[in-house]
């Protein structure tokens, strides 16, 4: 079973580690070079499109990518700092947890590629809706996933072109009943999808069923829409 969730634009630039990312031998290491060899030829007026923001920053965001294999590491689960993980709340496992954790739990990076949460990582900033990155990974993530009994897709939409649904995918979305329509949670689905993902971890879940036992903020699992849904 695996269970997808994305990275987060928010990372910490602190490195715990002193392997350098080409110490780490990474599995993606020759998809990673080619989306580099991308970036390198990138233009300074095609920075702002890649990056979304100024010029100034742009360039300082790109030298940092330009440089990932050269620079220092840490935990991806460390690494993300975004309102998914402080949901999460990872330093809160015991030990059969964190094992249930690092081996059913995959980060869908744009730049890292499929990676568990214990995979060492440097700090970057690529978002997957740019260079045609879903595209790019997919052939390479739907290898992997389609040899699982059972893939939990708790992705955003652009992440969830990066792969081929199987099956056994079950896609898992979070949403709001407001006035009698029901739209995406936004933020709320965030914070909600950290504790679902921390409920599953603790518990260690592997059947179908116990995981649409999860109610947290008031969201509750809705067989008629697939989803869990927050009434306001």
Not at 24 to 51: C, D, R, V, W
Not at 162 to 179: D, L, M, P, R
Not at 205 to 222: A, M, P, Q, R, Y
Request: aromatic share 10%; net charge positive; glycine share 4%.
């Amino acid at each position: 079973m695996k269970i997808l969730i994305p990275p987060s634009e928010g990372k910490t630039t602190v490195d715990e580690s002193t392997k350098t990312f080409k110490e780490t031998n990474s599995k993606f290491s020759e998809a990673i070079s080619k989306i580099l060899e991308t970036l390198n030829h990138m233009e300074p007026n095609q920075l702002g499109k890649i990056y979304g923001t100024s010029s100034e920053k742009s360039l300082a965001l790109h030298q940092i990518n330009l440089n990932i294999f050269d620079s220092l590491c840490s935990e991806a689960i460390k690494r993300y700092t975004g309102t998914v993980y402080k949901n999460l709340d990872p330093t809160s496992f015991n030990d059969l947890s964190k094992n249930y954790l690092n081996q059913n739990v995959r980060i869908t990076s744009a730049f890292m590629g499929l990676i568990s949460p214990d995979t060492l990582i440097p700090n970057y900033k690529l978002k997957m809706g740019v260079l045609n990155l879903p595209e790019f990974w997919n052939p390479y993530f739907s290898d992997i996933l389609s040899r699982e009994d059972l893939v939990i897709d708790l992705l955003p939409q652009v992440h969830r072109k990066s792969y081929t649904k199987t099956a056994n995918t079950i896609v898992i979305n979070f949403n709001v009943k407001k006035v009698g329509k029901i739209i995406p949670a936004g933020h709320f689905g965030k914070v909600v999808k950290g504790k679902f993902v921390k409920f599953l971890v603790e518990n260690r879940i592997t059947d179908v069923n116990d995981l649409k036992k999860f109610e947290e903020d008031n969201f509750v699992w809705d067989n008629t829409e697939n989803a869990f849904i927050k009434i306001t």
